[in-house]
């Protein structure tokens, strides 16, 4: 195993952000900072890829509060935000910004108080009491065979070898241990954080390309969904360096970013080869029912209240993630334009609202929930 020592980023961009007193950036492209109140325990951060934008969304209102402009704070108009992470009192949030080559820690006031410098980083997860862990993007086609693990207070950290192509998902749990997985090959790496230990798990079957994975509160239970397989694979992690697979289910190509329900009843597996919501009985191994509304367009990320009455999820709609030939016919009419956060009834499985926000929405986070 290979460890390779990164520092945290402490300038910015030629006509970024501007320099306070205090050392933190003020963020123009956000709302007055003076203006602005302590963020409340409903803020939904989603990203609006392809405008280099995050929606800040009020859940309980179901409104936008403000928008941060990351052109407007001297980042690329191709940052592309792409995963969110927030802490668990809401005080700081994480972006990853694929085109930035840029992780940024944010305050509840919308300033960037810290940067990390990688390679297309892609999701992220928070673990243990301050650490950060940071994967690679799904679009970069051959990146470094590491992830990040960041302090999350300075925004330094190592850059850890998981061995095999293209980590992508990413998942930690109260054991001490990371997981993460490949884009190009049926492997899983566990990571004991203590040691930085590294340990892999071969799958057989199809290429499943795996996207995310989530785990339930207790962590002895992970459920991953393929890209290419189009399945979820429910892993027993009861010894925490060797997760066994127990199970798989069938939910359609495409199925992105699954999440345990706040009961952990089920888990949701937003599909995009069908522009579906399909919720799973992982104790039964079953499909229990699938949401289908013509707001949903490649759903990507759900993320639900914390009641767990509403889900929020983020969609896509661009035509340009349909051009494996095995997908044509699954685009729908008007694909391509504004994409929405559609919110969904979590009890009927009803779309209530769509809301529009820009183009290609992709992750979102609200304040971890222990």
């Known amino acids: 195993m290979r460890i390779v020592t990164r520092l945290a980023i402490g300038f910015a961009f030629a006509l970024g952000p501007i320099w306070s007193p205090g050392g933190s950036f003020w963020s123009p492209g956000s709302s007055d900072p003076g203006a602005l109140s302590a963020q409340q325990p409903d803020l939904l951060y989603v990203c609006v890829q392809d405008d280099a934008k995050v929606a800040i969304v009020d859940m309980a209102a179901r409104a936008v509060v403000r928008t941060i402009d990351f052109q407007a704070l001297g980042f690329p108009a191709t940052a592309k935000p792409h995963y ?34 990688m390679e297309t980083p892609g999701m992220l997860a928070l673990a243990g009491t301050n650490q950060l862990i940071v994967s690679r993007s ?4 051959n990146p470094p065979k590491r992830i990040a693990i960041l302090d999350r207070t300075s925004m330094k950290g190592d850059e850890v070898e998981v061995l095999f ?12 241990y ?5 884009l190009g090959v049926n492997q899983i790496a566990s990571v004991e954080l203590a040691s930085q230990r590294v340990g892999i798990t ?28 189009g399945k979820v694979l429910v892993f027993d992690l009861s010894t925490p360096a060797t997760p066994k697979l127990t199970r798989t289910i069938d939910v359609g ?5 699954p999440v345990f329900t706040p009961d952990e009843r089920a888990v949701w597996v937003p599909v995009k080869s069908t522009n579906e919501i399909v919720i799973v009985d992982i104790a039964k191994g079953t499909v229990t029912s699938r949401i289908a509304d013509t707001n949903l367009k490649q759903p990507q990320q759900v993320v639900f209240s ?8 983020t969609n896509n ?5 349909m051009a494996d030939p095995a997908m044509a016919g699954h685009a729908m009419p008007g694909m391509d334009g504004t994409a929405s956060l559609v919110v969904i009834n979590a009890k009927t499985g009803k779309v209530e609202k769509a809301i529009p926000l820009g183009k290609n929405l992709t992750g979102m986070g609200t304040r971890a929930r222990k």
């Open 317 to 321: 709609n661009k035509m340009d993630h």
């Open 84 to 117: 969110v992470a927030v802490e668990p009192d809401g005080a700081h949030w994480y972006l990853s910004l694929i085109g930035a080559n840029r992780v940024v820690k944010i305050d509840r006031q919308d300033k960037i108080v810290g940067q990390y410098e």
């Open 178 to 182: 990371v997981y993460t997985g490949s």
């Open 202 to 229: 071969n799958l057989e079957g199809p290429t499943h390309s795996l996207v995310q994975f989530t785990t339930s509160r207790d962590g002895k239970t992970m459920v991953a969904s393929g890209d290419v397989s």
């Open 253 to 257: 190509k495409m199925a992105f970013d």
């Open 165 to 176: 192509a293209r980590p992508h998902p990413v998942a930690a749990t109260k054991a001490g």
């Open 138 to 141: 799904m679009s970069a086609v």
């Open 306 to 313: 914390a009641d767990g009455a509403t889900a929020f999820v």
